[in-house]
């Protein structure tokens, strides 16, 4: 009787989801500043750490290179790259310019329902301000600036910003400690109000100031931390 055993290989859904975890948990550490521009990163340590084999970080690390978020160093390996200006200027672009155009029709589409939703997550922010809790604003940031644009019908939009923006929200992440919660709370609110009454004006000149705002405060990063940028 023949007793060998035939090894299949994974379910393809199995090594989706393995690859999956592996992007995700490795983006958000990059993107969070948990790991630095300029560290070397190991396939075997980082297999080790998330209970995974080398395949799935490999794939990984291939995505992630495609993003510009790591790059390969011959002889040394691969290293998380520097937060890369250019792609700031270009996120910002296609940020501006999808929320400022799903602003626009959010103010005859508005419902009270939504304006509650949107006053129930600055208050939130207002409370993660109090705790000096800066992962919890960051959430919390991103889920207004959804919100905001679902109230258009264009909610689906959103992916499309939060795939262009890895490399300006690592100068968020930075930019949080230098300008503080309190001022992105206050716009977030000043953003609402415009909207509420519907003060198309005031809405969109808040809007375009917060997002703009963000070069002042990467202006001020640079200045302390220019090892981390790059042009």
């Given amino acids: 009787m023949n007793t060998t055993r035939v090894l299949r290989p994974a379910p393809v859904t199995a090594r989706r989801n393995s690859r999956t ?3 995700e948990t490795i983006r958000e550490k990059i993107i969070t500043l948990e790991i630095l521009p300029g ?3 190991s396939e075997n340590e980082l297999a080790e750490q998330l209970g995974l084999s080398r395949t799935p970080i490999r794939e990984s690390l291939i995505l992630l290179a495609e993003e510009r978020l790591v790059y390969v160093v011959p002889q040394v390996g691969t290293v998380v790259a520097p937060i890369l200006l250019a792609e700031i200027e270009t996120a910002q672009f296609v940020r501006e310019s999808l929320e400022l155009a799903a602003l626009a029709e959010s ?3 508005v419902t009270p329902e939504d304006i509650a939703h949107l006053n129930a997550i600055v208050d939130a922010q207002r409370i993660a301000d109090s705790r000096q809790s800066l992962t919890s604003f960051f959430t919390l940031d991103e889920e207004f600036h959804s919100a905001l644009m679902a109230v258009s019908g264009h909610g689906s939009a959103w992916r499309t910003v939060a795939q262009a923006k890895s490399h300006l929200d690592r100068a968020r992440h930075l930019s949080l400690s230098f300008t503080g919660m309190t001022l ?3 716009e977030h609110q ?3 109000d415009g909207l509420a009454g519907d003060a198309a004006d005031a809405a969109v000149l808040a809007l375009r100031s917060h997002l703009r705002r ?7 990063v640079r200045a302390t931390s220019p090892e981390l940028f790059s042009a």
């Fill in 214 to 220: 963000v070069f002042e405060d990467i202006a001020a």
């Fill in 107 to 109: 103010l005859s589409r």
């Fill in 21 to 23: 975890l592996a992007l």
């Fill in 184 to 186: 992105l709370v206050d």
């Fill in 39 to 41: 560290t070397r990163l």
């Fill in 190 to 192: 000043r953003i609402v």
